[in-house]
């Protein structure tokens, strides 16, 4: 059997998706499920004031926002 690289399986994946929509809607549940619980963390990481002010600075410690 032949080894499929990354992008092999992003091409059959998205051939499954064309035949089968309801992989669709299984992106689409764990992809809100998964905004829903980073929502969920930085609500409680961050529940005072300056909510926006306090979540930058800590994306930016971590290297997610540019200084």
């Known amino acids: 059997m032949k ?10 994946y998205a051939k ?4 089968d929509n309801s992989l669709f809607k299984q992106q689409k549940m764990l992809i809100e499920s998964q905004l ?12 005072e004031d300056n909510f926006k002010e306090k979540a930058r600075a800590y994306l ?3 290297g997610l926002l540019q200084k």
């Open 60 to 62: 930016r410690n971590i």
């Open 36 to 47: 829903k619980a980073s929502s969920s963390v930085f609500r409680n990481m961050f529940a």
């Open 3 to 12: 080894k499929l690289k990354n992008t092999d399986y992003v091409e059959l």
């Open 16 to 19: 499954k998706l064309k035949n």
